[in-house]
Every structure is written in C-alpha cells, then in structure tokens.
C-alpha cells in the first residue's frame, strides 16, 4: 500500500485557494483537499519582515503522487515560491 502524504501551501486569498484545491482534485493528484482561513504568517521576503494573513490549503494524496503534485502547485501557484 501506498503511504498517504498531506501536501501543504498557503495562498493570498480563499478563491485562490478554492481554485487550485479545485485544480488538485480534478487533476486527480489530490483525494481531498481541504482550506482553512485567517491564519497569519510572518516571513522575511528580500530582507523585509512580512506579517499577513494567508489561507491554508491542506491536500491528502499519495507518495506516488508526491512529484507530480509538487510540479502542479509549482506551476499553477501564485506566489514566486509556494
């Protein structure tokens, strides 16, 4: 059996967040995927202090699936590094 992974990313709104948790389990890369909002992240980004709030998106998968879900978010992710 393969093992389950939950793959996780945050995003800078819900419908972008609903939008690629769509994209994972149409794609079948995905099983579930679940979303949750309001959390607050704080992070340097080229050396400036950042706090914001961000969406957590949460996708249950498989290890075979690791690679090409990871080459998906990478692809279709808004930000320069998910």
Same mark, same amino acid.
């Given at each position: $059996?393969? #093992? &389950?992974?939950?793959?996780?990313? *945050? =995003? ?6 609903? +939008? ?18 309001? $959390?607050? #992240? &704080?992070?340097?980004?080229?050396? *400036? =202090? ?6 957590? +998106? ?10 090409p ?14």
């Amino acid at each position: $059996m393969d #093992s &389950i992974l939950i793959v996780t990313t *945050t =995003l800078p709104t819900m419908d972008a967040a609903r +939008l690629l948790g769509q994209q994972l389990i149409d794609e079948r890369l995905a099983a579930c995927v679940q979303i949750q909002g309001g $959390m607050q #992240s &704080i992070y340097r980004w080229d050396g *400036t =202090l950042c706090n914001d709030t961000e969406v957590l +998106l949460s996708a249950k998968t498989t290890a075979t699936q690791w690679q090409p879900i990871e080459a998906f978010i990478k692809t279709h992710h808004p930000y320069q590094l998910p």
